[in-house]
């Protein structure tokens, strides 16, 4: 297992540059998940770890030592990309030992990591299919049994999941989630999908125009986000921005609705206030922090999610858990759980993280 260190890492093509100052320490063992919209960087980051892109400045290191300069094949990383990239022409058991047979690895010592892989992975009854006989996700796992086979100090995954269904992608986050409870190893994971960021992640690495937003455990990205920005990619549904003006005791909407706030010295700065849609409690009409009409309302048996329409504000969303009997056009009172609203400054900048 390895320790991966980036520091003051950027990349440019000619003069555009895509990614600025990036540091980061990985721990041996950690499950980091990079996370950002098309574009912010996170795949070019990950390949610069990989060696398949040059690092145009910054050191990066693996247990120490700077390998900048190391070659792919050098680096002992193992890569699972978001195409399975099998060989169509053999079966399970060649795909997956393949990378040993080219260095002339030992027949018996070959075979024995391929059925300890296929063992962990849940393939050992598929060893003689072609991957055209597999599914998306019996493929992804040879791609993932591939790496394995080569026990290197870190594995990255590309949005590996990108390519499946939904039912697929649910199944194949818990084969990762248990991979790596059973490996302890370290692993870098790219994807756009951020409920794969909140449900594998030791920490998140949110990105953006490729800078590094904020770094931190899921939950904490979630409850206690540094910017506008990490506050609306993290959570789904999103967080709901007001504008807002601040006040010493609160803050006052654009319909003229004023919101008291716990005593909070950085009131007064508050440019828009954040809040989740479960932070958010239905009540009567009149009897709440605003007065709203419900426009789309979602069933979904576990959730009911109602979009709504406040007058002198605009659309927002609000989500309670179970069913809870509106319907469209119904005039409803909305109450803001203060004590988890988010406060942010003009430049985006959190001013008030939740309790």
């Known amino acids: 297992m390895a320790r991966i260190e ?59 030592a700077r390998m900048n300069d190391v070659r792919p094949r050098d680096r002992d990383i193992a890569m699972v990309f978001q195409s399975y990239a099998l060989y169509p022409h053999m079966d399970v058991a060649r795909n997956m030992g393949f990378s040993m047979e080219i260095r002339k690895e030992q027949s018996a010592e070959r075979s024995a990591k391929v059925a300890r892989a296929a ?3 849940g393939l050992t009854h598929l060893m003689d299919r072609l991957p055209k006989a597999l599914s998306g996700g019996q493929r992804q796992r040879v791609a993932m049994g591939r790496a394995i086979i080569r026990d290197p100090r870190a594995f990255l995954f590309d949005e590996p999941l990108s390519n499946l269904d939904a039912a697929l992608r649910v199944e194949m986050r818990l084969e990762i989630a248990r991979l790596h409870q059973k490996l302890g190893a370290t692993m870098i994971y790219v994807t756009h999908d951020q409920v794969e960021a909140l449900t594998l992640a030791d920490r998140i690495v949110v990105l953006n125009g490729g800078d590094i937003q904020q770094v931190g455990s899921p939950l904490e990205l979630y409850e206690r986000p540094a910017n506008k920005f990490v506050a ?22 654009g319909n003229g609705t004023e919101i008291r706030l716990p005593d909070q010295p950085l009131i007064a700065q508050a440019n828009e206030l954040g809040v989740r849609p479960e932070h958010i409690d239905v009540v009567d009409n009149g009897a709440g922090d605003l007065s709203a009409v419900a426009d789309v309302v979602e069933h979904l048996g576990s959730d009911t999610n109602i979009y709504v329409n406040v007058e002198g504000i605009g659309p927002m969303m609000v989500r309670k858990h179970g069913n809870i009997p509106v319907t469209s056009g119904e005039r409803l009172g909305l109450r803001i759980q203060t004590q988890h609203a988010h406060l942010f400054a003009k430049d985006g900048t959190a001013l008030r993280q939740a309790i």
């Open 6 to 64: 980036l520091r003051d890492v950027a990349k440019r093509y000619g003069s555009v540059e895509v990614l600025r100052n990036i540091n980061l320490d990985i721990q041996d063992g950690e499950f980091i998940v990079l996370v950002g919209p098309s574009g912010c960087g996170k795949s070019t980051l990950l390949r610069m770890v990989a060696g398949l892109e040059p690092i145009s400045s910054g050191d990066f290191l693996i247990d120490g």
């Open 119 to 121: 063992e962990t992975l």
């Open 232 to 253: 609306q990619f993290i959570g789904s549904p999103t967080m709901n921005i007001v504008p807002v003006t601040g006040s010493d005791v609160g803050v006052t909407t």
